[in-house]
């Protein structure tokens, strides 16, 4: 059985920092792309940053300089390291995995991508 469990999330004034964790089970970590998603109410779903077998990544445009992704296939677990928080950033963020490596960075913000999707961890960022 696959999960990807989000942890980290919380309340956080403007300029804060906050780091997301996501723990995998139930696959073979190193062979999936991972990635982040966020959805805020009234918006559609979109993805934040994501992370390739081969390690190359892509991030949004609204959180490059901000927010860095990375992963540690030995504890099969993604990161996402969130500085300079802004309140347009609070919604629900998600994981994601899918299986094999994606040769364009652009791809890898597609939700369409994705086949596994964790539960999701709740940012608020307070002015």
């Known amino acids: 059985q696959v999960q990807l469990v989000e942890s980290g999330g919380g309340s956080v004034q403007s300029g804060g920092s906050l780091r997301l964790s996501c723990a995998a089970s139930?696959?073979?970590?190193?062979?999936?792309?991972m990635g982040w998603f966020r959805h805020a109410p009234g918006k559609e779903r979109e993805g934040v940053a994501a992370?390739?077998?081969?390690?190359?990544?892509a991030h949004a445009d609204s959180v490059k300089g901000r927010f860095t992704i990375s992963r540690d296939n030995a504890k099969n677990t993604l990161y996402l390291q969130m500085n300079i928080l802004k309140p347009e950033d609070t919604a629900m963020y998600y994981c994601?995995?899918?299986?094999?490596?994606?040769?364009?960075?652009?791809?890898?913000?597609?939700?369409?991508?994705?086949?596994?999707w964790g539960q999701g961890t709740q940012v608020t960022v307070s002015s």
């Open positions: 994601a995995g899918v299986f094999g490596t994606v040769s364009f960075p652009s791809r890898l913000l597609l939700n369409s991508l994705y086949t596994y």
């Open positions: 139930g696959i073979d970590y190193r062979l999936y792309s």
């Open positions: 992370i390739s077998t081969d390690g190359r990544t």
